[in-house]
């Protein structure tokens, strides 16, 4: 069994992450959302310019689709008990910066779409398709994650993003339905929530977590389903 820090082994995996949580103060969160979105988590607060330009109609859907799901309100006592206040920042280099007291974590998508910040400030916008984009957002909002909005069926069922521990690349484990985050000394500094989709009417859909090194990848599998899908 997963022991994710000292003082004892955990009775169960929930109890682990709740030790864990409660010492890092944070949980990154993955979602996808067949109205607009793929969740990771990290949070993000907007610290530098876009590296290049992508076009403003599509960080604006990008952002409305968020936003009709509820994932730009600011954090609020009925956010969800699996994740913890975001504190993250926006880096269009970088993506979503993430510290505490273990350390730092970044999350970007990889992708060749260049990275904008929407006209708000609240989400860091990857666009290399009209089928989809893929959205970052931190601590002004509801979460430290990262979405991939899904806008038609042409879409790619996989989307991969790569994370990194005090700029070197992460070790990651799939344990259950979440994936530790561990640095290059294997200490645990964060874990992703469980894969979440949903589409335009309201519907669960199917989505699974793999790992590789340091890249995660969310699978989605989305035919038939309702677009968007977030």
Partial sequence: MYQPFGGGQPSSWSEGVEKLKSRLNMEFAMGVATIAALATAIGAAPIAPAMAEVRTSDTVATENALDALGLLAAPSLGRSVDLSAPTGALDSNRGLVVGSGDGEVT????????????????SLVYS????????LTGKTTAADAGYVVINDASAPEDYAFNLATDGIPAVLELVEDRVLVKDAAGDVVNVISPAWA?????????????VAGSVLTQHVDHAGAEYPVA
């Fill in 107 to 122: 999350v970007r998508p990889l992708t060749d779409g260049p990275a904008t910040l929407s006209p708000s400030g609240k």
């Fill in 128 to 135: 290399s398709s009209t089928s989809h984009s893929i959205a």
């Fill in 198 to 210: 949903v589409d335009s009417s309201g519907r669960s859909i199917s989505t699974t977590y793999s």
